[in-house]
């Protein structure tokens, strides 16, 4: 093989696995009907405060542009994790430290720690997680027993997940998890746009001693921005010590994690 078609070879290899991600997940989603407009309308449920708004979050335009048409526009340039860690770390605040970068075909979300979250989120679509810096702990309820909500308390079983720096992580869809990231830590999720009669699901359980597993309370919305609607949800729970309370035994449900130790 001369040296030219050595070049060549390597180069359409390199296109190939540059393409790879983005082929994934339209062969996953072939069968939804074709994206005719920029977003989707809020069809939130009965439970859904006000309060909870769809936005877009980018980032800047001179570090990654992208369009919402049906070809969308590649990239000139890779993003620069460390440097964007390094110019853009104050916007992984709490409760849950994320921030988007990009919502338009796959959401990708850059997620740093300690967070501050109790609840675990459900979702009917696939979920990617790597961890980049650090370990973080995905609490999680048996996928088997995740749809529904009227078993009792001594069925629902829950598993602890950790996920070390370099590692990552598949969450199937209609599973109940809890992420819990650590200080100094950053990982990458990535999530796929819900369709259009989806609802996604915020749900709080009671851990007290004979009680644990019931489900305390629960709330469901069409997600459009997970950079923004989750934050909202979780802290205006946070402030109603009424919706965090078991009616079965009275406990209130913390908004903090307490004795998780970082795998």
Not at 26 to 51: D, G
Request: proline share 9%; aromatic share 6%.
């Amino acid at each position: 093989m001369n040296s030219s078609t050595a070049l060549r070879r390597g180069a359409n290899l390199l296109c190939k696995e540059a393409v790879a991600p983005r082929c994934a997940f339209r062969c996953y989603r072939q069968s939804a009907p074709p994206k005719t407009s920029t977003s989707t309308p809020l069809r939130p449920s009965e439970n859904v405060s006000s309060t909870i708004r769809p936005s877009r979050q980018s980032l800047p335009a001179k570090r990654y542009a992208s369009t919402t048409t049906a070809t969308t526009t590649a990239p000139t340039s890779a993003l620069n994790l460390p440097k964007w860690l390094e110019e853009n770390s104050h916007l992984l605040k709490p409760p849950i430290n994320n921030h988007c970068i990009y919502n338009d075909d796959i959401t990708v979300m850059i997620v740093g720690g300690p967070n501050a979250r109790t609840d675990y989120h459900i979702n009917n679509t696939t979920e990617f997680f790597y961890q980049y810096r650090g370990s973080m702990l995905l609490k999680i309820v048996s996928p088997s027993l995740s749809t529904n909500p009227d078993l009792s308390p001594s069925e629902v079983q829950f598993h602890d997940v950790p996920i070390r720096e370099g590692e990552l992580y598949v969450l199937p869809p209609n599973t109940p998890h809890n992420p819990i990231r650590f200080a100094n830590t950053v990982g990458i999720v990535l999530e796929q746009p819900r369709p259009g009669d989806s609802m996604d699901k915020l749900r709080w359980y009671c851990r007290s001693k004979g009680c644990e597993g019931r489900i305390v309370y629960e709330e469901s919305f069409h997600c459009t921005d997970l950079g923004t609607q989750i934050k909202e949800a979780v802290q205006r729970v946070g402030k109603d010590e009424e919706l965090r309370r078991c009616k079965s035994c009275g406990e209130v449900v913390e908004m903090v994690p307490k004795g998780v130790v970082q795998p």
